[in-house]
């Protein structure tokens, strides 16, 4: 692993690690399920619901950087 993805690896896991990054998701994904309750059509809460899983993806992937980063500096 270089010098630079090392860098960026420790940028996402200081994003992933700050108390804020989980009261965002938490926050967007609150916000996409009161929409969803309230969406008349169903094509809309099938897209917010897209949404939602896309965020669990992306919180997925910048976790699994994070816990790469840990095991490298680590060991």
Request: proline share 1%.
């Amino acid at each position: 692993m270089d010098s630079r993805e090392l860098e960026s690896l420790k940028l996402i896991t200081n994003i992933v690690d700050n108390p804020l990054f989980n009261d965002m998701v938490s926050s967007m994904k609150r916000h996409i399920a009161d929409t969803m309750l309230t969406a008349a059509e169903e094509e809309v809460r099938d897209r917010l619901y897209s949404e939602a899983k896309a965020i669990d993806r992306l919180v997925g992937e910048l976790t699994k950087m994070a816990n790469n980063y840990r095991v490298h500096v680590s060991g």
